[in-house]
């Protein structure tokens, strides 16, 4: 009776295993692509990778669309999981002469796309735009401006939206002065966060928790990769250091925001000692997303942002370039200078929704 049983569980285990349909992402070099956008062929996104390439359940999808800023889009069928291997796309970081100019220029383009599948009332946004980024070697100090253009499907959210995001655009479309390790150990040092070996190439970003992130270097291309997740990292330090007031509200935020996850992926050009410069910054992907338990809907943000143009320049030069750089903001003109940059297209099954939007 007892090996009848443990017969029934195994099979059970199994079949609930291929019903599941389990899936890795995985580069030309077998290694796993963390968050990578999995996406039915409505254009809605399944689920991400985790930080193994892996995605545990498709949700039931035959055929899916594989979406990530670092790689070709593909769309392959599934119907019995497996993995799946993804191109690199041929976005390169422009060229850049080294001088003695004092002013470092560097343009990135950035866009974003919000997508809510309320049963009632579905909404969709997308916002693409310019940040002139601009900083002085002698004073360190960074400055940037922005220009955008933002669509919504329901109008009266587009106000919202836009006074919502546009922090979140400041914070993330600009460069940084300090590198990505710096800006971790700093600010999550009392979660004892620490960057170790994990095989030839790779290291694991983990604190006292767990493994909260990896960093992957590619010395044939030069860059570094991170990958790591943000709200992970900041719920453990405010575990840590945050006041009983402070957590109370960030639980009661959690009973609305279900399954959160904000999963940060960055690339940087990198010298044959690992070294890097604030311009040497190639692109990054924030996403967000979590089930939003007021109205029983799933939320996605996802920002990818690209340096276009970089230069040292004199004050002078300087001007004449952020004027000459000045152009109408319509999505038409985006696409035509993501088409003239080089700048990956979103999957075509995502892209779906943007087109409801802009037309």
């Avoid at 338990?293 to 996605?300: G, L, M, R």
Wanted: aromatic share 8%; charged share 25%.
């Amino acid at each position: 009776m007892k090996r009848i049983l443990m017969m029934a569980a195994v099979a059970m285990i199994t079949a609930m295993t291929m019903n599941a349909q389990r899936i890795q992402v995985c580069d030309s070099e077998g290694q796993p692509v963390p968050y990578a956008h999995i996406i039915n062929d409505n254009g809605d996104i399944i689920g991400t990778t985790n930080l193994n390439g892996i995605l545990d359940d498709v949700k039931g999808a035959k055929v899916i669309s594989v979406s990530h800023i670092a790689y070709k889009p593909k769309k392959v069928n599934v119907e019995r999981g497996g993995r799946i291997t993804l191109e690199d796309i041929e976005f390169d970081l422009p060229a850049i002469t080294i001088t003695t100019k004092p002013q470092v220029y560097v343009q990135t383009y950035y866009r974003m796309f919000y997508m809510n599948d309320d049963p009632e009332m579905p909404a969709y946004y997308y916002r693409g735009g310019l940040l002139n980024n601009y900083f002085d070697n002698n004073t360190r100090k960074l400055s940037s401006d922005e220009d955008h253009f933002s669509a919504c499907n329901i109008g009266i959210l587009k106000t919202l939206l836009n006074t919502i995001l546009n922090p979140y655009i400041k914070q993330f479309a600009g460069l940084s002065m300090n590198k990505v390790e710096d800006r971790m150990k700093k600010k999550y040092g009392k979660t004892e966060l620490s960057i170790t070996p994990d095989g030839t190439d790779r290291q694991r970003i983990t604190d006292k928790f767990g493994v909260v992130g990896s960093i992957t270097d590619n010395h044939e291309k030069g860059e570094r990769r991170y990958s790591y997740d943000l709200h992970l990292m900041q719920q453990h330090l405010l575990q840590i250091t945050g006041s009983d007031k402070k957590i109370a509200k960030a639980a009661k935020r959690a009973e609305t925001e279900l399954n959160r996850k904000d999963q940060d992926f960055t690339i940087y050009l990198i010298d044959e000692n690992g070294n890097y410069d604030p311009e040497d910054f190639v692109m990054s992907q924030v996403a967000t997303s979590y089930d939003d338990a007021k109205d029983n809907s799933h939320v996605n943000i996802i920002m990818q942002v690209f340096t276009t143009k970089r230069a040292y320049v004199t004050k002078d030069e300087l001007k004449k370039i952020k004027k000459e750089n000045k152009m109408k903001m319509t999505y038409e003109n985006l696409i035509q200078f993501e088409r003239s940059h080089n700048i990956p297209p979103l999957a075509a099954d995502l892209q779906k929704h943007i087109k409801e939007i802009v037309k």
